[in-house]
């Protein structure tokens, strides 16, 4: 079904509508933290480790540099990397004995302008973030006291597994055009299509490749740019997936675009709405911009779609989103 002709043409009444049926609040108690990571618990954990047969591991980030796909939108930038001393410098500059020198450098950037985890509180729904707290009251220039980032530091190791849509159904190309609403049959269709390693159950971490970023990674091999892709058009998970979200229990979910759903957004006017629902009212961890080509590609040559996955934010206390270095390891 079209999510217009589901939900109809308001986004704040189909963001209402969704959020009343799919809402976990006060699932795991009033002072939950974690939300749906809370079903990545010790035995899901504890299976995921059998996971790593052959050994083989891939870096699912994209490089933190200069160079990165941040526009400056939000005051968002690519990371600054500084050195605040190099191999140049000598002893008698840093006053430290027998000849011994060191190299130190220092970084600044926003925490989600790479790869990236959003947290519980990067996003309110009517000034409201995750389990009925007020954000004005949990997030405030101290940073987040209800959800901040740092309390998802141990518990984001777990299967995870791939749904490569954009090779399922992107033709040839194995890409997904710009603006492609993936569905809820989409996303079955693709499990189907890539057998029982690509089952979907309670606790995972599903990784969503559309192969936006690999049409990116072309553009800049010709000096080209990131062209649109941070805010721009790109393929993504409708809102009318929101009840696939809800009802898989999945622990979190992350996507090789920049802004997890649709763009253009489905309804007329709208920004971000499936953002609306799937963090203050699932209580869903999101990742963008993750880099899932290579995973990809050994998925579809041995026909492996799940293993183990370390994907811990940073531990920036208070913060309402963190890079990461996911590794996958099959």
């Not at 618990?41 to 160079?67: H, I, K, M, T, Y």
């Not at 492996?304 to 590794?327: D, I, K, R």
Request: with cysteine; hydrophobic share 40%; glycine share 14%.
């Amino acid at each position: 079904m079209n999510v217009l002709d589901e939900y109809g043409t308001d986004p704040e009444a189909a963001i209402a509508t969704a959020a009343a049926r799919y809402s976990n609040w006060n699932r795991w108690g009033e002072d939950d933290a974690l939300g749906t990571v809370n079903f990545l618990d010790d035995e899901v954990r504890g299976g995921a480790a059998a996971l790593a047969r052959r050994g083989a591991s891939f870096s699912l980030s994209l490089p933190l540099d200069a160079n990165g796909p941040q526009n400056g939108w939000r005051r968002r930038v690519n990371p600054v990397h500084t050195m605040m001393s190099t191999g140049q410098d000598t002893a008698e500059q840093m006053g430290t004995p027998h000849g011994l020198t060191a190299a130190d450098d220092a970084v600044f950037m926003p925490l989600q302008c790479g790869t990236q985890w959003d947290g519980l509180g990067h996003v309110f729904d009517h000034g409201i973030g995750w389990n009925g707290r007020k954000g004005a009251e949990t997030v405030t220039s101290e940073g987040d006291s209800a959800t901040g980032i740092e309390r998802l530091a141990a518990p984001l190791v777990g299967r995870g597994v791939l749904l490569d849509v954009g090779r399922a159904l992107g033709g040839e190309a194995g890409e997904l055009d710009d603006a492609y609403a993936i569905t809820t049959d989409d996303l079955r269709a693709t499990i189907d299509r890539q057998g029982p390693t690509a089952e979907v159950r309670r606790g995972d971490i599903v990784l969503v490749r559309t192969g936006q970023l690999t049409r990116v990674r072309r553009s800049l091999a010709r000096g080209e740019g990131w062209g649109t892709y941070s805010g721009g058009p790109a393929p993504g998970l409708s809102f009318g997936t929101a009840g696939w979200l809800h009802g898989s229990e999945i622990a979190a979910i992350a996507t090789d675009t920049w802004g997890f759903e649709v763009r253009p957004n489905e309804f007329p006017g709208s920004f971000q709405p499936l953002h609306q629902v799937a963090l203050p009212h699932i209580g869903l961890l999101v990742g963008e911009m993750w880099d899932l080509d290579a995973l990809a590609e050994d998925c579809a040559g041995d026909g492996v779609y799940e293993f183990l996955l370390a994907a811990q934010p940073l531990p920036f206390t208070g913060a309402v989103g963190s890079p990461v270095n996911p590794v996958a390891v099959k």
